[in-house]
């Protein structure tokens, strides 16, 4: 009859063996989480990207696997050079909105809210993340359109030509807010707009209330204190924000394609050469470019000390 003795045995020698190399059992335990990352998540990416290094035939529309720079010289073009700078800049637009939205709210909840006020803004800034990414755009697509919440207040309160006039759009035949880039703004500093608030507020809280009292025993102005400690202090908050609601921005292809206009941007361009279009290579060179510049972004945030805020 056995005892089972043998078996704890080995149990023991196996934990005391675990204890004694501590890597060991860190090795383990991070082995198939990393097996996942790296065969799963960045094998599929390396060999999305790789693709951009081969070129498709113009006359049998096949992939040509010759390894050739042409591809990656397609972007250069002017049609593909507008979809970036496109791109590029609809992302700064929202991150500096986003900031100017952000900031106001971050501070208050920072350094005034008490009480029962702080958890109930934290609530409010959290509450849209729990709804769902697609009932929020068409949501958005709706108030915008041109029958919408938004253009009928304007003709009730009679400012359909001063909220044109602040839009940049024609006062009647104009295209409507779902078909703008003014509306494709709005939606993206909605979505990204809580991840801006939060990295903010949380760098706001550190900010040491004993140098704005100094400075204030010295004389300065709140404006003074704003400009002179505030704001760069906060600066590794904004840019903790910016990572994100740039990013987010800049890869996103599903609130362009539902509202926006007919021009493409990036991660549109990508979705439609690689599946529409069948040019992978091309799809593929789109892709590098929110890398490279996410990469040069990450890099400048690290030295601001961004990354302590998230």
């Not at 919440?149 to 304007?154: E, K, L």
């Not at 300065?220 to 903790?240: E, M």
Request: proline share 7%; hydrophobic share 55%.
């Amino acid at each position: 009859m056995s005892t089972g003795i043998p078996h704890v045995a080995r149990s023991t020698r196996l934990s005391d063996l675990l204890v004694l190399r501590p890597r060991l059992l860190i090795l383990l335990l991070l082995l198939p989480p990393l097996l996942w990352l790296g065969i799963i998540y960045l094998g599929s990416l390396l060999l999305l990207l790789a693709q951009a290094f081969f070129a498709l035939d113009d006359f049998s529309g096949v992939v040509v696997y010759d390894p050739t720079l042409a591809t990656l010289a397609q972007l250069f073009q002017p049609a593909n050079l507008d979809i970036l700078w496109r791109t590029v800049l609809i992302a700064l637009v929202v991150t500096c909105l986003s900031v100017t939205l952000a900031f106001p709210l971050a501070y208050y909840a920072a350094r005034h809210a008490r009480g029962w006020k702080r958890p109930c803004l934290y609530l409010a800034v959290m509450m849209p993340l729990w709804s769902s990414y697609l009932v929020k755009v068409y949501a958005w697509k709706l108030l915008l359109s041109r029958e919408g919440a938004i253009g009928w207040m304007a003709e009730a309160l009679h400012a359909t030509p001063l909220l044109s006039a602040w839009l940049a759009l024609p006062v009647l035949g104009g295209p409507s807010l779902s078909t703008s880039y003014t509306g494709m703004v709005l939606v993206f500093t909605y979505l990204w707009l809580p991840f801006m608030i939060l990295p903010l507020q949380t760098v706001l809280e550190r900010l040491p209330q004993s140098l704005l009292q100094a400075a204030s025993d010295l004389g300065a102005t709140p404006w003074r204190r704003f400009v002179d400690i505030v704001l760069p202090l906060s600066l590794p908050g904004v840019v903790a924000g910016a990572i994100f609601t740039f990013s987010l921005t800049l890869g996103d292809y599903i609130v362009p394609q539902i509202v926006g206009t007919s021009a493409l941007v990036l991660g549109q361009a990508v979705y439609t050469l690689q599946g529409t279009a069948g040019n992978l290579p091309l799809a593929a060179a789109f892709a590098i470019v929110p890398i490279l510049i996410m990469i040069v972004f990450l890099a400048v945030a690290k030295r601001t000390g961004a990354f302590d805020a998230l």
